[in-house]
């Protein structure tokens, strides 16, 4: 119970429990309009109707822009938890400390997805005058919902099942050479590396052409990869350190917190090269300036990697 | 153009306070004919303005206004519509009292994004038209009438519209004040403005240059 | 251009600032009161964790009946040999307790001949002129101690009793900075076999044997080793007095916090309340507005923008307040609180730690219910019937 008392643990969960009691009510007035809505009618129930979709949707809106706030403040949370945790170093420690860590992490970055869809939808169906994807956002919230519910779920399940006494692994028994996360598919690191900057001209390539799904399919294997690649290769360069193979310690001060750039870069190149796909199901339409954001987004991505180990090289003359 | 078609506004359907405003309403505006609506308070006039301007939304009927249908738009496209098209003039001016002249005139521009200095440049263009440019950082509760008058007056011009909708615009005003609008209407009617003013001053009886007068009583049209 | 948007919402803040102002008080104070604490906490943790650096990396202790007993210094060269360690010393100190048994003081014992302790002493005291020290019995004492000397009429030296019965007399060289009279201003330090005579410690024992590991990942594995080798000794690693230090202040901060959290849920009913009160005046603005081609989304973006805007201010504000209040004035009053009323060093000045951390709790602490609060009441505002409220 400990933990509960720590002081980003309470206002990550105050804020988490704020922005459920507003998803909540977003949830009740999404219902009734999608019982009720009729956009012909010209009946008062109609027009009340209309008025109370600009609340939910601000809400909406309210809940994302604070959820994109939120996750690196999750990141730092769970960073600050591993001073108080003994065996932890940074916060792949915490975030292994219970089987509820991974799941939780991954769920949110999921719901960040899909609540970064649903503005879009919103977008488009503000420009038409007769509001023509109107259903499609509202049911698609009633699923964002159950997410946020399950994520706000399992955010005081892990909290609080994080025990100050029991030691956890650190990073480097979690990732290392004696780790359990080996690279995949017993690649060699050469190897990896090679997939990596393949899969990220193909994005390119695919969101040039404007293929929704090949782009899809690709941007998934690329965040795979990329994730790989970043804990295996990029990172230690970043940590100058061979052996050093973590995804959240270089979330700290000593690395500048280039963790946080890093990942929003590979998340947000991700994002946008998965979201046409979604688009199009959901409201036959896509975006140009979707693709554009996907290139934008993982070349500065790539170019952040390529970056360290460049000037490593050059400093130093010899690969790690 | 304006055509009203068919148009109804019941106001607290269902209850003990039902309130029939507009029964069946017709009729057709030209481009550029300035035409009176009369009546007297309570006849529906403002009513009608503000379902033009589709600020209000009818129980039942069709309002097209430049080719396009108004009157069930939703509130992004009525919003866009308004600020485009609409220049409205109420009878109590209407001004934000604790903005200066300019800021008041400025008010339907910023939500356009436009830059600053086309902004700037509409608002003096305005302005000159109003003849209040003297005024321009006086505060709005300062002013005397005659030059909320003209800074509302302004404020309706600013965005360009194509039509002016008038709400009683000279009850507020003394007779020299109230000259000195009905002038304003006769300059806009020679630029080119639709215009319709909905009022019970007989001073605008004498004014040639209106094309018709509609008559309302109880919501309904006479003849 | 959004420019002009941030101008005119701006403008209205202002024009309607009598209608903000108490709530932009009673934020101030709000962030105010947590910013106080949050920078006093960080601040005394900051100092104290410096002062806990450069405490050893692992300490032995060997134990006996589950207390600890002078250890055999002969075990130094084993530990010495481990790999990863870098340095081994015994460490001399203990308690010593006044002539009436109603206070004591911690004499350590400083082994001149070590490298490390050398530094460590050159670091605290950089005038020590090591010489002159070791000439005649001397010491270097906190100000606590300092104060019972003066009460007691010593002022140039002390006699010590050794538990023999002994009296040793040792001359005062120095009193400890400030800095560190935090945790140390009942320390004595003095020459190790000094200490040795004066606490009673035989020549081959010390109280307690320190390793440098300079690699941290490296410090729970050589943990084992030094259990595997002796098992009657209990093994201190900084890493985990670290960890408890942490433990503690997180759970005075959590306390605090818990509730602070009440008030602001008790701020944000009341931002509620008060910003559900739309008068017909402001119902007014907004009909304007709307008439003149403003959409319900733009107001909505006016308003949330404008309550945003008070928000930040609040913000601002309120830490700036609370940034004087600890590092300027010293926080008077608060530090008492802190620290305890009793015993608190003259001057006490508090080293400023703020990190981006820092702000971005303080922030999501109270910018998230603010706008959460204001939604509500700005939403209704918006859809306000404009065409009622122009009549």
């Not at chain 2, 521009?109 to 950082?137: F, Q, Y």
């Not at chain 2, 009617?189 to 004498?206: M, N, R, S, V």
């Not at chain 3, 949050?38 to 005394?44: G, N, R």
């Not at chain 3, 943990?223 to 202040?249: G, H, Q, S, V």
Request: charged content about 20%; some cysteine.
């Amino acid at each position: 119970m400990n933990i509960f008392l720590s002081n980003q643990v309470l206002i990550f969960l105050f804020s988490e429990t704020v922005l459920y009691l507003l998803a909540l009510i977003a949830f009740v007035g999404t219902l009734q309009i999608l019982k009720l809505w009729d956009f012909q009618a010209t009946t008062p129930r109609q027009y009340a109707l209309e008025k109370r979709a600009f609340l939910i949707v601000t809400m909406i809106q309210l809940i994302l822009w604070f959820k994109i706030l939120l996750l690196p403040y999750f990141a730092y949370t769970i960073d600050k938890l591993s001073l108080l945790i003994p065996g932890a170093m940074c916060g792949a420690g915490v975030i292994a400390a219970n089987p509820y860590g991974n799941p939780l992490l991954l769920l949110k970055i999921l719901l960040l997805f899909g609540i970064g869809i649903w503005l879009i939808v919103d977008r488009e169906d503000q420009k038409a005058p007769d509001y023509p994807f109107f259903k499609t956002k509202f049911r698609f919230y009633l699923l964002l919902f159950v997410l946020l519910t399950t994520e706000y779920i399992l955010d005081i399940v892990y909290f609080s099942h994080i025990s100050t006494s029991d030691v956890v692994q650190c990073c480097s028994a979690i990732f290392g050479i004696s780790g359990s996360n080996r690279i995949p598919f017993n690649l060699n690191t050469t190897s990896l590396v090679a997939i990596f900057y393949l899969l990220y001209l193909l994005t390119v390539l695919l969101a040039l052409q404007r293929r929704p799904w090949l782009l899809f399919i690709v941007s998934l294997l690329f965040l795979y990869f990329g994730y790989q690649s970043v804990v295996h290769f990029f990172g230690t360069y970043i940590y100058q350190l061979p052996t050093h193979k973590c995804p959240f310690c270089m979330l700290q001060k000593e690395y500048w917190y280039v963790g946080y750039l890093l990942w929003s870069l590979l998340f947000g190149g991700v994002f946008f090269g998965i979201a046409n796909a979604a688009l199009s199901v959901m409201i036959h339409k896509t975006s140009l300036r979707l693709y554009r954001l996907a290139i934008l987004f993982n070349t500065f991505f790539v170019i952040l990697c390529t970056a360290y180990v460049l000037f490593y090289l050059i400093q130093n003359g010899v690969w790690l | 153009m304006i055509e009203v078609k068919n148009l109804t506004k019941i106001f607290n359907e269902g209850s003990e306070a039902t309130f029939h405003a507009l029964k069946n309403i017709s009729f057709t505006i030209r481009d550029n004919e300035l035409v009176l609506l009369k009546g007297v308070s309570g006849s529906g006039k403002s009513t009608l303005l503000a379902i033009i301007a589709s600020l209000l939304k009818p129980s039942s009927g069709d309002v097209v206004v430049e080719g396009r249908h108004v009157a069930k738009l939703p509130d992004l496209h009525a919003s866009k519509f308004r600020a485009t098209t609409i220049g409205f003039i109420f009878q109590s001016f209407n001004l934000l009292d604790h903005l200066s002249v300019s800021e008041n005139i400025a008010v339907p521009l910023i939500p356009m994004k436009l830059p600053k200095t086309e902004l700037i440049r509409r608002v003096e263009h305005a302005m000159e038209l109003a003849n209040i440019s003297h005024k321009r950082d006086t505060t709005a509760k300062n002013l005397s009438g005659g030059e909320k008058q003209r800074c509302a007056i302004a404020r309706a011009l600013v965005n360009t519209p194509k039509v002016i909708l008038c709400d009683e615009p000279t009850a507020n005003l003394d007779l020299d004040n109230a000259h000195a609008f009905v002038e304003v209407i006769r300059r806009l009617k020679q630029e080119g403005y639709t215009i319709l003013i909905a009022t019970h001053d007989t001073i605008f009886d004498t004014l040639q240059e209106v094309d018709r007068t509609i008559a309302i009583e109880n919501g309904e049209i006479l003849q | 251009m959004q420019s002009s948007f941030l101008s005119f919402v701006f403008l209205l803040v202002d024009k309607h600032r009598n209608k903000h102002l108490a709530i932009f008080f009673i934020s101030t104070l709000l962030v105010a009161l947590v910013s106080a604490f949050w920078l006093l906490s960080a601040s005394i943790k900051h100092d104290a964790l410096v002062a806990l650096a450069q405490q050893p990396d692992i300490t032995v202790q060997k134990m006996r009946a589950g207390r600890s007993v002078d250890i055999e210094t002969a075990r130094i060269d084993r530990y010495a040999n481990i790999k990863g360690v870098s340095n081994v010393a015994p460490r001399v100190f203990g308690r010593y307790f006044t002539p009436d048994r109603t206070h004591y003081f911690t004499i350590v014992g400083i082994d001149f001949f070590d490298e490390q302790m050398v530094k460590w002493i050159r670091e605290l005291l950089p005038q020590i002129d090591i010489r002159t020290f070791l000439e005649k019995p001397h010491m270097v004492v906190g100000e606590r101690v300092k104060q019972f000397m003066h009460a007691h009429y010593y002022d140039d030296y002390y006699n010590f009793i050794s538990p023999e019965g002994k009296e040793q007399r040792v001359a005062l060289y120095k009193a400890l900075p400030d800095s560190v009279n935090l945790i140390a201003s009942d320390t004595i330090l003095m020459d190790i076999d000094l200490a040795r005579r004066i606490l009673g410690v035989d020549q081959e024992k010390a109280t307690d044997i320190i390793l440098d590991v300079p690699n941290p990942m490296e410090r729970d594995n050589i943990r084992f080793k030094l259990l595997e080798m002796d098992y009657d000794t209990r093994i201190i690693t900084k890493t985990a007095l670290e960890k408890a230090y942490e433990n503690l202040y997180n759970y005075k901060g959590g306390i605090f916090l818990l509730g602070a959290l009440i008030v602001l849920v008790t701020f944000m009913l009341i931002l509620f309340q008060r910003y559900t009160m739309i008068n017909s005046a402001d119902r007014k603005e907004i009909a304007i507005l709307r008439a003149v081609g403003w959409s319900i989304k733009d107001v909505i973006r006016l308003k949330l923008l404008e309550s945003l805007t008070i928000a930040l201010l609040a913000f601002g504000a309120g830490f700036l307040l609370a940034y004087g209040y600890i590092f300027g004035l010293h926080a008077p009053l608060l530090k008492e609180i802190f620290l305890g009323f009793g015993n608190l060093p003259v001057a006490m000045h508090f080293t400023p730690v703020v990190d981006f951390g820092m702000l971005s709790s303080l922030f999501l602490f109270f910018v998230v219910p603010f706008l959460a609060s204001v939604v509500i009441p700005v939403w209704k505002i918006a859809v306000t019937d404009a065409s009622e409220a122009l009549k």
